[in-house]
């Protein structure tokens, strides 16, 4: 079972329909559930909008607590566009508030780009494969490449993070379930790979 | 690299797919989810519905088709045609659309950019401008469906749509839709260099050399309806074609 969060900034129902045509069985959490036996095998972080009141969403809906527990027990989690913003240190977007403090360091306003933010099919590069599909992205603000980086895209003179990975948390950068068969077809792998 | 987009766009009249020539003309082709589904298999970057209807009870079809469409698509679509107000458009976003296109209620009430832009943010915001080039050669802004002239000037009220918060532009040239004689190039190329934000052109398709042309005259992606509804342009061999005049365009695989 996998639990989309729902946190008032996520566009659930996209990834939920996603999961369906994938065959996966998922449920919408607006809470944590109070029991830990019911909490579901994976977590999935959506976002959309900007990360100031994202984050204090995660607060006011209890889940703050709830993912730093979830995390700190090394359980699977993948963050999505700004889903995966959160995960981070934090964001240059807005510097008031702390981000979840998994993934190595801020996610910063892109540089060096003709055209914000940035939408469209973009090409993903794993640097060990040499594999680049496209993946659908829409956002303004992203992780730096860093330590935890997997794959990165760039932007005319912009490089950044589109795939982060620390442990069993995974971030895209990009819309896995607005990609089409590439973008399932990475989601499902991806949540084989974290034992899901 | 980020590729160019190729966008079929639907027109849909009481939740079924026509596609209007000239603006006028309509003839049936079929069902918005089912016709979704083929686009995104034969590997369309996006789509476009426009709902054309008239009718007050415009909103109860919507949400039928709108929400049919999102069930099977993984790819993002936007939703135009009478959006009047942010709730509305956060109900077709909570539905499953990417984002909302807004036209005439824009020119109505431009406050309406911004406070779809501020609830939405402003990748889910399209301002779809409707122009034909005047006598002085200039474009004017034209309304409802590019039957009412508004006097206004197209680059003044692109840059006021970016600075109000709208993340596109969707710019459709009345004097080439149609006519599949190609996309008026000077047009975008005007719009491409008054904004930052991407620019989706539209209207005059024919052939695979008038996408070239689009895109070399700076459009970050390419509408089209006609060309692709009645199967004159097919969308693999278009972007094969693309691919080889040095256009970067994404090659994508059949989903079953």
Known sequence: ?196 | MLTRRIIPCLDVLAGRVVKGIHFRDLSDAGDPATLAFEYMNEGADELVFLDISASTDKRGTMTDWVRSVAENLFIPFTVGGGISGPEQARDLITLGADKISLNTSAVMEPGLISRCASLLGSQAVVLAVDVKRGDDGRWEVFIRGGRTPTGLDLISWVRRGQSLGCGEILLTSMDSDGTRDGYDNRCIEAVCESVSIPVIASGGAGNTRHFIDAFNSGADAALAASVFHFGSILIPDLKKDLANAGIPVRIEEVLS
Request: a neutral charge; hydrophobic letters at 40%; one cysteine or more.
């Open chain 1, 1 to 196: 079972m996998i639990g989309i969060i729902d946190y008032g900034a996520g566009n659930v129902g996209n990834i939920r329909r996603a999961l369906d045509f994938m065959k996966r069985e998922s449920v919408v959490l607006v809470s944590p559930p109070s029991e830990r036996s019911s909490m579901p095998d994976a977590l999935i972080l959506p976002g959309v909008g900007s990360f100031g009141p994202a984050m204090s969403k995660i607060g006011s809906s209890g889940w703050r607590e709830a993912l730093h527990i979830w995390i700190h027990d090394e359980r699977p989690i993948i963050g999505i566009c700004l889903g995966m913003q959160l995960l981070c240190e934090g964001s240059e977007e807005d510097n008031t508030i702390k981000g979840l403090g998994i993934f190595d360091g801020k996610a910063l306003k892109l540089k060096g780009t003709k055209k914000l933010p940035h939408i469209g099919w973009n090409t993903v590069t794993w640097p060990d494969s040499g594999k680049s599909p496209c993946f659908y992205f829409v956002h303004s603000f992203a992780l730096p490449v860093c330590s935890d980086t997997i794959a990165v895209t760039s932007v005319d003179s912009c490089v950044f993070t589109s795939i982060a990975r620390k442990g069993r948390a995974l971030g895209f950068q990009f819309h896995p379930e607005r990609s089409g068969s590439a973008g399932l077809d990475l989601l499902g792998e991806s949540l084989r790979e974290l034992g899901v």
